[in-house]
Structures are given as structure tokens and as C-alpha cells.
């Protein structure tokens, strides 16, 4: 299957980019096109020109700011998953992204492109939900940073404007004593999509919440967090009883969506069930620490 | 447009549409019809190589993004006349019944021997998730790769 024609460039810089951005109206950001091309093939989208960021050499690597990691918008899923410096500082990335898809998807898939794909079963927005990641763009009006909480806004819909790309996006070390993370998920199993899937970033002090953030995917149209189990938890011990009642709640207010994979009741129960199990590794991994 | 990227360690330059697919240049231009196009959708493997030393699903990958890359295929394993061991292991241990998705299986396979010169049974299983064979033949698959790791 061909793709319908379109105008191709493959610009070298960001500022290039995004001036081919402005100059073409129903122009498509290309990254590792792992989302893009199928639908494209399928002829569910046809943009009249693509703008090939590959060979941007500005949108790559990992890179230790301090307090921060920042990930070049074109990381992909396989470098992600390998990094050594997120390995040891914020080990929640590397283990979603091991569940990504397979091995050749992760190997050209990238996070800039997940990201501002926004499919509502992508492991990464629940990840970037939990660790409260900020999403740095650029568009021809300058730089800004957008928090992942204001980041997904609905059915394969991200608060991005027409013009803007994303250039990177920085996440906090984890690796302090007392903070600990996890990720559960239940995937398709022929496509590896979320049919649900919860990731979890849990901050302890005198052996009590003392922040949490939840990340859902898969379930609703958009990656958002379980608020009512955060809200639970925070100054509570972080015990089976706190995590049991917690997780009932994360469902709670979500819209979830039925489909031919799963009803929106299932969903539901889903979410709780892998909240509790995700919070429950979390538990585990920060009394080993 | 023009692009070039090196096949098999030969240069090759082709002339192509920006729509055209890295496995249709492959195929049609360069005659290496080892890679085979399955799905088509990007869920099968089939048509798997290796570009700049990672396995990609060809059918996915625009030639114009594979410009200046390297590509290995199936028929680039083979050196000095000796099969590349995995193909070997498939074929001492019946890796396949149609053959269909071989190419592509052991082209994944490499680049998991790449990542994880020893990997065990469930290891392989997750390696290969990628590539699907209908004639349901993963026991012997998982046994060739198993079989080839311990050779290389």
C-alpha cells in the first residue's frame, strides 16, 4: 500500500521546520512515523506534504540537566528503554517503554512523536502524567513549556498549536530515597496497545504519602490522572489497606470507552485493578530501597 | 528523488516517489525479493531488515527516510558462502514450515543477538513479538535462535 502523494522536505534545523510549518497549511510533522505512515497507507490521513524532522540533529539524545533529564523529541522507544542514565535516575521511562509495541516498533518509534500523536492507548502520557514531565515546543513564536497535565486534551487531541513542534521534554529524577514508580498495564495482546494501562509515581516521608501521582492510559479518550485515588493516599502509609481503598477510586469520574476489546465497565475495572497493582510495586520497590 | 543508501555493503542509488516504501525499493528496484511484504500494516515482521545495524519493518519506513542509511537484508547475512548461523539453526532445527515469515524472523532475531548475546526461551518469545507466523511454528523458531546464540 502506497501512501497518497504529498510534498516531501526534510529541513535541518528547527527554525527551517517550522518555517515549511507556516508555509504549508495541511503540512504533517514526520518523526519516526510509527503512527503516521499506517494511517497514512490506509489513506486515513492524507496531508499534502510532510516535514521529515530526521535529520535534525538538534532533536536527539538524553541529557543529565541536575535536577532534570531532558529527552530529545526524535529519543526513541529502544533508546529509552537502554538509556543508563534513566536506568538509574528515572526508571519509570525505561520500564513503559519496554512495553511499547515490539522490538522493530521501538527501535524507530519516538517519544516526540508519541506524544503529540496523543493516541488514547500510547503507553508514554500516562508515564509523563506520573512524573509530572514538562513538554518544551517551539513554534515560529518563540519557545514555551507545557506541564503534561495540560498536555492531552482528547481523542488523539494535545493543547500543541497548528505551528508548533515539540523539541523535547524533561523529566525529574526519581532516584531519591523514598520516591518510588511503577508501571502495570494490560495490552492488546496482537498490537500491544493499553487496553489499560497505569503508571504510578509515589514521593514517601516517615514512611507516608506524601505526594503520588497516577497516570491513566487506554481507558478514556485522553491520558489523565486518577485525582480521587491521589487525593486518598497523600498522608497515608502506604500499606495494602490504603493502596485497596485508593485504587477503587481511580476509575471514578473517568469516561471510560468501549470497544470491540473491551466494554467501558471492563475498562473501569480495569484501571482499579492495575492502580492497585501498580501502587503495590511501587510499595514493594520503596521498602527495598 | 533521488536517494542512496548502502545495501549489503553495495552502494545503490534509485530514483523514487517520496510515497514509496523502503521495502518497494528493496524489492522492486534492487531485486532483493528476500524480504517479503505481509500485512502490509505494520503488525507482522515480514518484511523486517536491518537499517543502520537496527531491525525495522520495511513496509513502514519511507525510502526517502532510509536516504544515506545502511540496510542489511536476508541476503546480506551470508558471508564467504557460509550461512549466517541463525540461518543455519533455522534450518537444522525446522525454523519454518512455508517459510514465509523467515526472512523477516531471523532479520529480527539478529538484531535481538545484537542486544542479548544469551537470551532465554521467554526472552526470545518477547524478541520475536514483532514477527508472526501463521503456520504457527514458534516452538521450533524459539529453539533455532536458542540454537544459534549458543554458536556465535
Known amino acids: 500500500m502506497y501512501p497518497a502523494p504529498f510534498e516531501y522536505y526534510a529541513p535541518k534545523s528547527v527554525g527551517e521546520a517550522l518555517s515549511l510549518l507556516s508555509q504549508n497549511a495541511d503540512a504533517k510533522i514526520l518523526a519516526g512515523g510509527h503512527s503516521l505512515l499506517p494511517l497514512m497507507k490506509l489513506r486515513l490521513a492524507q496531508p499534502a506534504a510532510l516535514i521529515d524532522i530526521g535529520k535534525i540533529t538538534d532533536l536527539y539524545g538524553i541529557s543529565d540537566m541536575g535536577n532534570t533529564i531532558s529527552l530529545g523529541a526524535l529519543t526513541t522507544h529502544h533508546d529509552v528503554e537502554h538509556s543508563g542514565v534513566l536506568r ?143 487525593d486518598a493516599l497523600k498522608g497515608k502509609a502506604l500499606n495494602n489497606d490504603a493502596i485497596a481503598a485508593a485504587a477503587k477510586l481511580a476509575a471514578d469520574g473517568l469516561k471510560t470507552l468501549g470497544d470491540v476489546y473491551a466494554s467501558a465497565d471492563y475498562r473501569a475495572h480495569l484501571v482499579n485493578t492495575l492502580t492497585a497493582q501498580a501502587l503495590s510495586a511501587a510499595q514493594a520497590r520503596a521498602h527495598g530501597m | 528523488m533521488k536517494v542512496s543508501m548502502k545495501v549489503n555493503g553495495q552502494l545503490r542509488e534509485a530514483d523514487v516517489e517520496p510515497r514509496w516504501l523502503l521495502v518497494h525499493v528493496l524489492r522492486e528496484k534492487f531485486g532483493l525479493t528476500g524480504t517479503n511484504v505481509g500485512c502490509d500494516t505494520t503488525q507482522c515482521g515480514a518484511c523486517t531488515v536491518l537499517m543502520n545495524d537496527m531491525a525495522v519493518k520495511s513496509c513502514n519506513v519511507l525510502a526517502v527516510q532510509a536516504d544515506g542509511a545502511e540496510i542489511i537484508t536476508i541476503e546480506g547475512l551470508k558471508t564467504d558462502g557460509q550461512y549466517h548461523p541463525l540461518q543455519q539453526a533455522f534450518w537444522d532445527e525446522h525454523g519454518l514450515q512455508c517459510g514465509f515469515c523467515t526472512p523477516g524472523m531471523i532479520m529480527a532475531a539478529v538484531d535481538l543477538l545484537k542486544h542479548e548475546a544469551q537470551p532465554n526461551y521467554a526472552q526470545i518469545r518477547h524478541g520475536i513479538e514483532g514477527n508472526l507466523c501463521r503456520c504457527t511454528g514458534y516452538e521450533n523458531i524459539v529453539r533455532a535462535i536458542r540454537q544459534a546464540a549458543d554458536k556465535m
Not at chain 1, 91 to 112: C, F, K, W
Not at chain 1, 193 to 207: P, R, T
Open chain 1, 88 to 230: 538509574r535516575e528515572c526508571p519509570l521511562l525505561p520500564e513503559v517503554a519496554s512495553h511499547i509495541g515490539d522490538r522493530q516498533v521501538r527501535n524507530r518509534g519516538t517519544l516526540g512523536g508519541s506524544l503529540a500523536h496523543a493516541d488514547p492507548a500510547a503507553d508514554y502520557p500516562a508515564a509523563m502524567l506520573a512524573l509530572g514531565a514538562h513538554i518544551e515546543v517551539q513554534g515560529t513564536g518563540g519557545k514555551r513549556s507545557i506541564s503534561a497535565d495540560d498536555l492531552f486534551t482528547g481523542l488523539l487531541q494535545t493543547s500543541l498549536n497548528v505551528n508548533e513542534l515539540i523539541v523535547s521534554v524533561r523529566v525529574p529524577k526519581t532516584n531519591a530515597k523514598g520516591q518510588s514508580v511503577a508501571y502495570a498495564k494490560f495490552p492488546h495482546p496482537a498490537s500491544r496497545y493499553a487496553i489499560a494501562g497505569v503508571a504510578v509515581w509515589v514521593k514517601l516521608e516517615n514512611d507516608q504519602v506524601s505526594d503520588v501521582r497516577v497516570g491513566v492510559t487506554g481507558a478514556a479518550d485522553h491520558a489523565q490522572r486518577a485525582k480521587k485515588t491521589e
